[in-house]
């Protein structure tokens, strides 16, 4: 941990673009590293995977913690019991010797171990192993690892031989000869493409031996798989042919990876916003809680480093993209419906109020009106006024009384009429909703495009 803020603490000083990518790098190793001595001190049983994903907090020098880990996994204990229980015991005899550190008398004891059965596996990798990183003894590790690569067991071979190779890898490197290293590296990344740190001792062998094209391939595809170390890179002297270069390739793959994680997550924002207008996240509290989530994530856009552009895209961006867009869409369209409804029945209440007041209209209204009219027409009769001027009283009666009610029933119509809703706000909501589903289509789309997925190699 410490040699990485060290080497982070320089180059931050020389490449502004770098210094929060080394601190953010060291800050997670640190963090990371307390739960894996934990882990350490636990001795629990560990599955392949596990060491691998352990295996990732690492820095990719750091070779007696990933022993440690290997030798922590069950397939490599079951392997122990294989060659009965008294080779078992003078195994883990001569094992916690050398874990003591008297790595002498745990090597006389192993010897006999694989003198006594000398297709013991588990023997010959701690004899490889102990050779190789506490006697210099470089042809006596060969020897043994590869014939460990002879003996593998048939479960987890793969596994194994991965393993072992990535050992042979070390022990060639450090006897000065890279290129048999660089073929265990390869083989490593044929068997096992997710081995931890592979990429970084490929690329670093390239550039030793000056060829920049493939490590500059290999440095991509690690800073696409483990970008802290490609940042522990820029200042490892192994890559000096190529760390100008590297650094350019870094901030054009910062920006482009920028650009398109920007785009996506404007797109889920703008489906957040929707959501946020029709108040969708007042009853759901799963969505609320993702929507905050897509708010603080897309607030860490701006950091506008690759290792953040990187998380986004690769597991907070699918994570949010696989809820928040679909639930969103499907509260759309139920409120398009349970809206529409509402309106229906809304207008038809409205309706069945019209109705029931222009009928108390024609009873209590236009009947008095039509009564006071032949009463005038009595009344203009028992005078003996002219038939004539009686009829014409009665229509300027009629006329006058009629427009009157007209101008009433007018007014009171356009308040019934301006009460029906009519299906503005069905349309608005309908909108929204097959804009919602527009960009949850081009951000499904957008995720799959995505190129910061480790590359194909030809080896």
Known sequence: MDDLEHAGSSKAALDPLLAGEYLRAAGTWRKRGGRFMEMLKLRQVLGTKDVEELSAWLPPHDLDLRFD???????????????????????????????????????NVLKKVVQRNSQYFPGHVILGYVYMMHHNDYENAANHLARALNFVPTQNADHFRAFILYL???????????????????????LSPATPGVLYHIARLYSQTGQTVDAMRHLENMLRVQPELFFLAMTDDGF?????????TFATLTGDLGTQTTQLMGKLMRIVSLATKHNLHEDDPDLALRMQIAQRTDKLLKKNQFSVYRQIALYDLPELEAYVPET???ALRHKMHATSEQIVEYNRRIAKKWRA??????????????????ALLLVLLEQRISTNAAFLWSIFIYIAGASGVGIYVQRRFHRFRSAFKGTEEVDEIRGDSQEVAKLMNELGAGLVRMTWHPMDETE
């Open 357 to 374: 007041w222009r009928n108390r209209f024609l009873l209590l209204t236009l009947g008095p009106f039509f009564a006071a009219c032949v």
């Open 69 to 107: 880990l290997e030798r922590m996994t069950k397939p490599f204990e079951d392997t122990i019991r294989i060659g009965g229980e008294e080779t078992a015991d003078l195994f883990a005899r001569g094992e916690a010797m050398c874990d003591r550190g008297d790595f002498d008398i745990g090597l």
């Open 168 to 190: 042979m890898g070390h022990s060639h490197y450090r006897a000065g000869r890279p290129g048999n290293a660089l073929q265990a590296f390869r083989q490593v990344r044929r």
């Open 240 to 248: 000096k042919r190529v760390q100008d270069e590297a650094l350019e």
């Open 328 to 330: 969103i869409h499907e």
